[in-house]
């Protein structure tokens, strides 16, 4: 859980009224539409608390919570907020879309305490095979190659991908057994924004692009 105030001070409404329930604040609102802007940038974040001063907590698996937290500190900046185009939203996404090549990264947990997570250039593939959508992935750079494959389904406008995930065997190292992985995401503006959780617990972050072919 991330909490944060919301220092920017909009004005003051006093709520007077006995008996009637408090109406929302100015900085209970711009939490909220902060939120509203954020949360596709980490899809198992939810506002979990606002407060009447504008202090919010989120919670949601960690770097997609610490992801939605940075970005609604940053919306409540007024500097950035006036100048700054809204962050795209999820759209609808069809299945026809997917086949082709997309390029971007996918980002790994970190391989120690104390570390950042590693970020590393990937390709994801599309194909509709046997009536199928399948999928594969690979890497093109260390510290940690992988390489994953499997079914995709799209579920009222959500990509739903599950498969199967090993490392590449590189420098003579022993090839590390298959985990199995799913991945949920969306489109958001001409990006393929997926998390994907494995079998062992770890959390991936994949942002592609469909690339000319």
């Known amino acids: 859980m991330r909490e944060r ?3 920017w001070v909009i004005g003051l409404i006093s709520v007077l009224a006995a008996g009637c329930a ?5 900085q209970q609102a711009l939490v909220e ?5 954020c949360r596709a940038q980490g899809p198992s974040t939810r506002l979990e608390r606002v407060e009447r001063d504008g202090r919010f907590s989120v919670v949601g698996r960690e770097t997609e919570s610490r ?9 409540a900046q007024p500097a950035r907020r006036e100048t700054s185009v809204p962050a795209p939203r999820p759209e609808t996404l069809a299945a026809s879309r997917l086949p082709g090549t997309w390029r971007g990264t996918l980002k790994l947990p970190p391989r120690a305490v104390g570390e950042a997570e590693v970020a590393t250039p990937a390709t994801v593939r599309f194909a509709v095979s046997a009536g199928s959508l399948r999928w594969s992935m690979a890497t093109s750079s260390s510290p940690k ?3 994953a494959d499997g079914t995709a389904v799209v579920v ?3 990509l739903r991908m599950t498969g199967t995930m ?8 022993p090839v590390r057994s298959s985990v199995t992985v799913r991945y949920a995401g969306a489109m958001v503006g001409d990006r393929l924004e997926v998390t994907g959780v ?12 469909r690339v000319a072919e």
Request: glycine share 8%; net charge positive.
């Open 5 to 7: 105030r919301l220092g």
């Open 22 to 26: 408090p109406k929302m604040t100015p």
């Open 33 to 37: 539409e902060a939120f509203a802007t």
């Open 67 to 75: 992801r939605v937290h940075d970005c609604m500190v940053r919306y």
């Open 145 to 147: 190659l992988v390489a």
């Open 156 to 158: 009222d406008g959500e």
């Open 166 to 173: 090993r490392a590449v065997k590189t420098g003579g190292q």
């Open 198 to 209: 494995t079998t062992d617990r770890q959390v991936h972050v994949l942002s592609v692009r």
